[in-house]
């Protein structure tokens, strides 16, 4: 009988997903020659510092701060990177492909920023360059856009793409706490990033958004042009007012395709009907809706960030790579769309309701002169409510809009800060009902 080959894997930075990956290897070593008829050994590691201190106990010689030497090391047969950031995992990155390896990665914000650079580098070299890890952890949703519903086309696809956002917001919701409160929790329990805008200001959701706009419809768009907006404006009292209009409040990100192919992204706090399943995904749960031309509507939830979920889109990659490397499994085509057939929608071209909440003087008048200067931007109200306010000299104002467009809502926001009597920045809220989404 001949000796079983062994492919050998290099993991670029050693954190919680890079030691679950190792640990998943090894643990399930028979299972994957079994599947594969081929060993999976992971034998080589970057880290920061090797003094410090982790949780999986390997071999210290294993252990470099030299990610380079792995990647240049002719016994490493596949490299997954893991270390995040941009401008150093871009280079390693070209480097493998320049090498002849292919690369696993979870890096969402490399392959936002340079994602069109280093997938024509992978195709010119003859590798694969897999990233399934890279967006909502533990749940398929690449696999699924490229593979499982090629036949379709997405007019809409919507959800929660960030757990630590939604760990939040669902302990205000139930639990009737505060931002800060939940937000010194989340921090004690490792969910935070180390960077905190982007889980609180959207900025890791919007990442996502931005690569499942790419895999459905061919077309780059600049984070700069995507709306994004986080969490930190949500208050109680906004909880409990969607609570009364049927909703929960939910940080969402929205890919939208017209007819005309206008493609919008963006990722903000919205009100979502409380009966659809993306509004019941709590905790650190993701959960993504996808509206396809063929199979309808289809909705994956699942742990989206966390040790094991990511380790295991990491492996699921690993195991794609080396059946392309066996030749059991040709690599899907990265997209199903003719590229260049969409366009960035105008602002004018995006339309919703909105949800606002005003404080103001309380006095007479002061909601008539809100009403009439929404008016003048097009802008009608569907509901009125107001809120006490602690202080007696002020009122809290919340409304709800009928269908605008985003350049209309952006114009009469600018203009109400500005307006005599309103005591603070306006918060405001998009509404989405995807049973009213229509492919204009």
Known sequence: MNDVKTLRIGILGFGTVGQGTWKHLIENEKAWELILGVKLLPCRASVKSLQKKRDLEIDPSALTTDS??????????IICELIGGVEEARKITLRAFQNGKPVITANKALICEHGDELFKEAERSGVRYAFEASVAGGIPIIKVLRESLVANEFPLIYGIMNGTSNYILTRMDKEDASFDQVLGDARELGY???????????????????????????????????????????SNVDLQA???LGCKIKLIGVIRRNKDNLVSVGVYPALVPSNETIAQTDGVFNGISLTGTVVGTVVLTGRGAGQDPTAGS?????????????????????LHVTPDECELAPCKQISGCFYLRLSVDDR?????????????????????????????????????????????????????????????????????????????
């Open 68 to 77: 380079y030497s792995i990647v240049d090391d002719p016994e490493i047969d």
């Open 192 to 234: 935070v990033e180390a960077d905190e805008s982007l889980d609180l200001d959207g900025l890791d959701a919007a990442h996502k958004a931005v690569i499942l706009a790419y895999l459905a419809h061919g077309i780059w768009i600049d984070i700069r042009d995507a709306k994004v907006e986080g969490i930190r404006r949500i």
């Open 242 to 244: 969607a609570k009364d």
């Open 314 to 334: 990491v492996i699921s990659d690993i195991v794609d790579v080396v059946k392309d490397m066996l030749g059991e499994s040709p690599p899907p085509k990265l």
């Open 364 to 440: 007479p008048g002061q909601l008539a002169k809100v009403a009439e200067n929404l008016s003048e931007h097009g802008v009608s109200l569907a509901t009125v409510s107001q809120v006490p306010d602690d202080d007696s000299q002020s009122a809290s104002i919340i409304l709800t809009t009928h269908k605008t467009n985003e350049h209309s809502i952006d114009m009469a926001i600018q203009s109400l800060e500005e307006l005599e009597g309103v005591l603070e920045l306006p918060v405001l809220f998009r509404m989405f009902n995807p049973d009213e989404f229509e492919p204009q």
